[in-house]
């Protein structure tokens, strides 16, 4: 067994968490496959693997060499897939947004798979910048300008933001007519990302300039759910997504606020490394997720 086919036992071994089962899926003897994983451990010198009677999981090292294989047999297979015209297939590690991903992209998935059936998704949700070659991710699906990074940023649409606050809260502080009135009494609602120093300020565009402002707030949330929840209790204002927020401004347990002085769009990127060959399975997932947001007549900004 050469060393490409010992890395595919190995990484098998790992996503099944059992020599059986990789054994079974490969077509080999079992005895095959823990003899590959042995002389593996003795040429590299380390222990991958941590076995019991009924569980295999990987070492801190098991997992680190993991996650080369996995890139080193997805450059093999793409550059042999891009030759030969095959169709994109193998593992695609995507992590998303929850609530974009909930509202946009999850209803739609079964319509990729029918189209890309030898593709098969792993889904992780999240708001922080994932290292993608150390996590083993392709590509991360974000809202919200891209921070610097040795990623490539692809910007797929733009949503539009709009700043609401509930019915009780309007009653109590007012309706403000311009942003200015903001600091006036008013309250925020703080929403702070994973890894950031501080709170997101309130954007607004005024006399066709961009200005930020950052007002008293009662409570900072990292969760687009609860930054939503509690302004419904009436315990801020705040600046969203309006798919987000459509069903609240239609029942009216939301309002919205300043429409004078929209806030910016934000836009949503597919992100990447730098260093990596798009494959197939990306190239065809960003594409798909363009043609998505158009359906749903979202801004696209796919030459951009």
């Known amino acids: 067994m050469d060393r490409i086919d010992t890395m595919r036992v190995f990484t098998r071994v790992v996503a099944r968490r ?46 680190a060499y993991y996650k080369r294989c996995v890139s080193i047999l997805d ?19 995507v992590d998303v947004h929850g609530t974009l991903a909930r509202h946009f992209v999850l209803p739609h998935l079964p319509c990729f798979l029918e189209a890309y059936p030898d593709i098969e998704i792993y889904l992780s949700e999240g708001d922080r910048l994932v290292d993608l070659v150390r996590e083993g991710i392709d590509c991360v699906l974000r809202v919200g300008t891209p921070q610097d990074s040795d990623m490539i940023a692809r910007c797929v649409a733009t949503l539009e933001e709009v700043t609401v606050a509930s019915p009780g809260y309007v009653s109590r502080f007012g309706l403000p007519s311009d942003p200015d009135e903001l600091h006036s009494g008013h309250r925020m609602i703080g929403f702070r990302t994973t890894g950031s120093s501080g709170i997101l300020p309130l954007v607004f565009r005024v006399d066709g300039k961009r200005i930020t402002t950052t007002i008293k707030t009662s409570i900072t949330v990292n969760a687009a759910d609860t930054f939503v929840s509690v302004a419904r ?72």
């Open 18 to 63: 059992s020599f059986t089962r990789a054994a079974e899926d490969l077509g080999l003897p079992r005895s095959t496959v823990t003899d590959a994983i042995k002389q593996l451990e003795s040429r590299l010198g380390i222990k991958l693997l941590e076995r019991t009677t009924r569980h295999v999981s990987p070492t801190l090292d098991g997992e």
């Open 233 to 304: 209790m009436g315990l801020g204002i705040i600046q969203v997504p309006r798919y987000h927020v459509e069903d609240d401004l239609k029942t009216g347990t939301l309002v919205e606020l300043l429409k004078a002085f929209p806030p910016e769009p934000s836009p949503v990127s597919v992100l990447y490394p730098r260093n990596r060959q798009l494959s197939p399975r990306v190239r065809v997932f960003i594409e798909w997720l363009k043609d998505l947001f158009l359906q749903h007549d979202v801004d696209s900004n796919a030459g951009k």
């Open 75 to 93: 450059d093999i297979e793409d550059a042999e897939g891009a030759f030969a015209g095959a169709r994109p297939k193998g593992l695609l590690r």
